[in-house]
């Protein structure tokens, strides 16, 4: 969601918010090895954090946290972009029953996230607090809080 | 902006594409991954007042989930003067059913 800050930079320069069309309405992503059918987008929002447009997509079906950065002026191309498919050496897909991000919310120099994990085998679900580092040049990695 | 729940035994996706389109979506789906297609409605207006045609800008701040409608937190910028309102709206969702915006927004001498 918008902060007053945000919402301010969003006024003054209309290309922020365009962007957003053409790939939540069903275009294809950039060429990458993954592939994000965006007609099945659950959760999505947008910021500006460290002087890049940064947004994260959430599709039913996919295990993976999308998130992408973009130069401010260069709405149409990607500038950094990082499927995020695990936490430490554990796989969402291959070692959990379901990895559900419940909440996410940006900050100054990071994405914080809700993530709740369904165990695959025995164990019980656990919720964790998690956050991604945003940096220009850089989507960390996921890393959560026991 | 984008956001989906589950609502009285469906699943309610909601999409907001600022500046490319003055709507906000809502549709209503069967299953959890966004397949069976219930109900789909575009909202553009806030009774007769168009979004693109009536405000200068029409800002939805705030999209959340209550029990049987969503919840929005909208700023409207007037055409005339440089007025604006920060409003607490709601659209009801019913059994299959997706109803219109309402605020508590005066304009003119009428209210919506």
């Known amino acids: 969601m918008f902060t007053r800050v945000w919402k301010r930079v969003l006024l003054t320069t209309p290309w922020l918010v365009l962007y957003a069309a053409p790939s939540l309405s069903g275009s294809t992503a950039k060429a990458s090895?993954?592939?994000?059918?965006?007609?099945?987008?659950?959760?999505?929002?947008i910021a500006i954090v460290q002087e890049r447009a940064v947004r994260y997509v959430v599709i039913a079906d996919?295990?993976?946290?999308?998130?992408?950065?973009?130069r401010l002026g260069h709405p149409a191309e990607y500038h950094r972009e990082k499927?995020?498919?695990?936490?430490?050496?554990?796989?969402?897909?291959?070692?959990?029953?379901?990895?559900?991000?419940?909440?996410?919310?940006?900050?100054?120099?990071?994405?914080?996230?809700?993530?709740e994990f369904i165990p695959s085998r025995r164990g019980r679900k656990a919720v964790r607090w998690c956050s991604i580092a945003l940096q220009p040049d850089s989507i960390g990695d996921l890393m959560c809080h026991r | 902006m984008a956001g989906v729940q589950r609502m009285m035994g469906h699943w309610v996706r909601y999409i907001m594409l600022s500046g490319a389109s003055d709507c906000i979506t809502v549709q209503i789906f069967k299953s959890a991954n966004m397949e069976g297609l219930v109900r789909q409605k575009k909202?553009?207006?806030?009774?007769?007042?168009?979004?693109?045609?009536?405000?200068a800008f029409v800002d939805v701040r705030k999209i959340g989930f209550e029990p049987d409608r969503l919840s929005l937190e909208i700023e409207f910028f007037s055409l005339r003067g440089s007025g604006d309102e920060v409003k607490e709206c709601s659209i009801e969702i019913g059994n299959g059913s997706i109803g219109d915006l309402k605020c508590s927004l005066e304009f003119g001498s009428e209210y919506y």
């Open chain 1, 33 to 45: 090895e993954r592939h994000n059918d965006y007609s099945k987008v659950t959760k999505a929002d």
């Open chain 1, 62 to 70: 996919n295990p993976c946290l999308t998130v992408q950065s973009f």
């Open chain 2, 43 to 55: 909202i553009c207006s806030l009774g007769k007042m168009s979004f693109r045609d009536d405000f």
């Open chain 1, 83 to 115: 499927f995020i498919c695990s936490v430490g050496g554990a796989r969402f897909d291959r070692d959990f029953a379901l990895v559900d991000f419940k909440t996410l919310d940006f900050h100054d120099d990071r994405l914080d996230v809700e993530v």
